[in-house]
């Protein structure tokens, strides 16, 4: 079978201290698609997607059994170097965390770290990332404000926007419109859809239509375990388990 | 209907012992500065302040105590600012917390209300007769320094700390090195509140005369220091001098008040400088 799966997770186990967070996750992200997981609060579902660029490395005594693969390659390896991984995995989160600088800065900050000094090229890729993030048109006349002068979801698209500079091959999203009204929620939306044409997304989220309208895949967690993984047509429709039917249907989270 | 003015009675006397209480402390300050304003005033004038010494201290400026305060704190400063924001910057965000780290933040607290003139022996033994550097503005600074160390950690660490997470985490996502996270968007974002920090503990350096007794003061001197290997005269100890020794002790006095006049308003001119630092970092911070 050919797979065009950009990333792939092997027999994950995931350790807090001695407690498994997370077992025995077998799961993979199509190229070009959008794959949601869902569960209830504590289902492990932040830990899970947070593996998948190694934000959980800064968590003392956590341990990663398994494989993560992006390309192939197990991020996880030894010579892996987690800056790279990071440059290549983006992640947006769920609190919307813009710098206290500038919006331009907010963006430039992104390639400048990675070796981007060319000033004609930096502003060149920060109109590009904000038009890509549907920002240019409501903040193209004040670049220079402070980036805490946006509105909730302006922050979180000017945060689509910083991930999206430096060129990822993944964006994750960490619940990015928890915080937000419906109509901010629903133009970030909009935005995942458009993006999956040039990227792999993944994207965690409690709010289960979220994850009917704009995934092709969905997971389904439960207790630090992957109950079911399958087109999300499927499990909206037709879940083959017990417990992702009950969940769908509102029976408990 | 009594049980409520039995209430409301309670509220008033509430809030006088704590109107009395703040309107005490207001009191004490106020007396404070006026007896140092009346007493000192008198002696103040441009010559005061930019002459030397005259006539066995009996009359003159009291400039080189100045110049010598004023050098003392810059050492202390220029030793302890760096040395305690990196400590700070690996207390908080590089080590692992743990039983180590605990410990040594329980030293540095101890450290903190080790008593002034225990500075000053330990400055003596240490950088006066172990590294031989003399009574001098090196050993008087480095003492210094030393002491107002937790001061500036424990003031770094805790503006470190306010730095929200989210921020460190998104620099990390956007494949920033921890480094470059902590010098390009952690510190930039606690600088107001530790140069706050340090500023209070310069503040607080200026006016000590126990560590600089033995490691840097001289009651008296014809030259300006023209290294950090002179001994100085300095304001704190200068006043103390004027109080215990010599021959004209009304003459003197005149002189110790008008000394510390300069030196209250001089830390009280460094609080006032902290403060409007931290009034502007606070306006410009936006999270």
Same mark, same amino acid.
Request: charged share 20%; glycine share 8%; aromatic share 10%.
């Given at each position: 079978?050919?797979?065009?799966?950009?990333?792939?997770?092997?027999?994950?186990?995931?350790?807090?201290?001695?407690?498994?967070?997370?077992?025995?996750?077998?799961?993979?992200?199509?190229?070009?698609?959008?794959?949601?997981?869902?569960?209830?609060?504590?289902?492990?579902?932040?830990?899970?997607?947070?593996?998948?660029?190694?934000?959980?490395?800064?968590?003392?005594?956590?341990?990663?059994?398994?494989?993560?693969?992006?390309?192939?390659?197990?991020?996880?390896?030894?010579?892996?170097?987690?800056?790279?991984?990071?440059?290549?995995?983006?992640?947006?989160?769920?609190?919307?965390?813009?710098?206290?600088?500038?919006?331009?800065?907010?963006?430039?900050?992104?390639?400048?770290?990675?070796?981007?000094?060319?000033?004609?090229?930096?502003?060149?890729?920060?109109?590009?990332?904000?038009?890509?993030?549907?920002?240019?048109?409501?903040?193209?006349?004040?670049?220079?404000?402070?980036?805490?002068?946006?509105?909730?979801?302006?922050?979180?698209?000017?945060?689509?926007?910083?991930?999206?500079?430096?060129?990822?091959?993944?964006?994750?999203?960490?619940?990015?419109?928890?915080?937000?009204?419906?109509?901010?929620?629903?133009?970030?939306?909009?935005?995942?859809?458009?993006?999956?044409?040039?990227?792999?997304?993944?994207?965690?989220?409690?709010?289960?239509?979220?994850?009917?309208?704009?995934?092709?895949?969905?997971?389904?967690?439960?207790?630090?375990?992957?109950?079911?993984?399958?087109?999300?047509?499927?499990?909206?429709?037709?879940?083959?388990?017990?417990?992702?039917?009950?969940?769908?249907?509102?029976?408990?989270? | 209907?009594?049980?409520?003015?039995?209430?409301?009675?309670?509220?008033?006397?509430?809030?006088?012992?704590?109107?009395?209480?703040?309107?005490?402390?207001?009191?004490?300050?106020?007396?404070?500065?006026?007896?140092?304003?009346?007493?000192?005033?008198?002696?103040?004038?441009?010559?005061?302040?930019?002459?030397?010494?005259?006539?066995?201290?009996?009359?003159?400026?009291?400039?080189?105590?100045?110049?010598?305060?004023?050098?003392?704190?810059?050492?202390?400063?220029?030793?302890?600012?760096?040395?305690?924001?990196?400590?700070?910057?690996?207390?908080?965000?590089?080590?692992?917390?743990?039983? *180590?780290?605990?410990?040594?933040?329980?030293?540095?607290?101890?450290?903190?209300?080790?008593?002034?003139?225990?500075?000053?022996?330990?400055?003596?033994?240490?950088?006066?007769?172990?590294?031989?550097?003399? *009574?001098?503005?090196?050993?008087?600074?480095?003492?210094?320094?030393?002491?107002?160390?937790?001061?500036?950690?424990?003031?770094?660490?805790?503006?470190?700390?306010?730095?929200?997470?989210?921020?460190?985490?998104?620099?990390?996502?956007?494949?920033?090195?921890?480094?470059?996270?902590?010098?390009?968007?952690?510190?930039?974002?606690?600088?107001?509140?530790?140069?706050?920090?340090?500023?209070?503990?310069?503040?607080? *350096?200026?006016?000590?005369?126990?560590?600089?007794?033995?490691?840097?003061?001289?009651?008296?001197?014809?030259?300006?220091?023209?290294?950090?290997?002179?001994?100085?005269?300095?304001?704190?100890?200068?006043?103390?001098?004027?109080?215990?020794?010599?021959?004209?002790?009304?003459?003197?006095?005149?002189?110790?008040?008008?000394?510390?006049?300069?030196?209250?308003?001089? *830390?009280?001119?460094?609080?006032?400088?902290?403060?409007?630092?931290?009034?502007?970092?606070?306006?410009?911070?936006?999270?």
């Amino acid at each position: 079978m050919v797979t065009t799966n950009r990333m792939e997770v092997k027999n994950l186990n995931f350790y807090y201290g001695q407690n498994l967070a997370l077992k025995d996750i077998n799961m993979g992200i199509e190229s070009n698609k959008v794959t949601a997981v869902i569960g209830p609060s504590g289902c492990g579902k932040s830990t899970f997607i947070r593996i998948l660029n190694r934000m959980n490395d800064i968590i003392i005594g956590s341990r990663v059994e398994g494989a993560i693969l992006l390309d192939g390659q197990d991020i996880y390896a030894p010579e892996v170097d987690v800056v790279e991984i990071r440059r290549k995995i983006g992640m947006v989160f769920q609190k919307s965390n813009p710098f206290p600088k500038s919006i331009f800065d907010n963006i430039a900050y992104g390639l400048r770290i990675n070796g981007i000094n060319n000033k004609g090229e930096i502003i060149d890729r920060v109109e590009t990332s904000l038009k890509n993030s549907a920002l240019w048109e409501e903040v193209q006349d004040r670049l220079d404000a402070n980036a805490s002068e946006l509105s909730g979801g302006q922050q979180q698209r000017l945060c689509i926007a910083r991930a999206l500079a430096i060129e990822p091959e993944v964006i994750l999203f960490d619940e990015p419109c928890s915080a937000l009204d419906p109509i901010s929620t629903a133009k970030i939306e909009e935005l995942i859809n458009e993006l999956k044409e040039k990227y792999t997304i993944a994207i965690v989220t409690h709010n289960m239509q979220q994850a009917a309208r704009i995934s092709d895949y969905t997971g389904f967690f439960l207790l630090g375990e992957l109950i079911e993984f399958d087109k999300t047509e499927k499990i909206f429709t037709n879940p083959a388990k017990k417990q992702t039917e009950d969940y769908i249907t509102g029976r408990f989270g | 209907m009594d049980n409520r003015k039995w209430r409301e009675i309670k509220q008033q006397m509430g809030f006088l012992a704590l109107r009395t209480s703040a309107l005490i402390i207001f009191i004490i300050l106020g007396i404070l500065l006026y007896f140092l304003f009346v007493r000192g005033i008198k002696v103040i004038n441009w010559g005061f302040l930019t002459k030397m010494p005259e006539n066995g201290m009996t009359s003159g400026g009291i400039f080189p105590a100045i110049l010598g305060t004023f050098y003392l704190t810059m050492g202390a400063i220029l030793f302890a600012l760096p040395l305690g924001i990196m400590a700070a910057i690996y207390m908080t965000e590089y080590a692992v917390q743990g039983k *180590v780290i605990r410990l040594i933040r329980i030293g540095i607290s101890n450290l903190a209300s080790v008593p002034s003139i225990v500075f000053g022996l330990f400055g003596l033994a240490l950088f006066v007769n172990y590294c031989k550097f003399g *009574v001098s503005i090196l050993s008087g600074s480095l003492t210094l320094g030393i002491m107002i160390l937790p001061v500036i950690i424990r003031a770094s660490e805790e503006a470190l700390l306010l730095v929200p997470n989210g921020f460190r985490e998104a620099s990390l996502a956007l494949g920033a090195t921890k480094w470059q996270t902590i010098y390009k968007i952690v510190l930039p974002n606690a600088i107001g509140g530790i140069i706050t920090g340090a500023i209070l503990g310069v503040g607080r *350096v200026a006016g000590e005369t126990a560590p600089i007794l033995f490691t840097a003061a001289t009651f008296y001197t014809m030259k300006l220091p023209n290294s950090v290997f002179s001994e100085v005269m300095a304001l704190p100890y200068h006043i103390y001098a004027l109080m215990t020794e010599g021959s004209h002790p009304k003459e003197q006095k005149a002189i110790a008040y008008g000394a510390s006049l300069v030196l209250i308003v001089l *830390v009280l001119g460094i609080n006032m400088i902290a403060i409007v630092i931290r009034n502007y970092y606070r306006r410009k911070k936006k999270w």
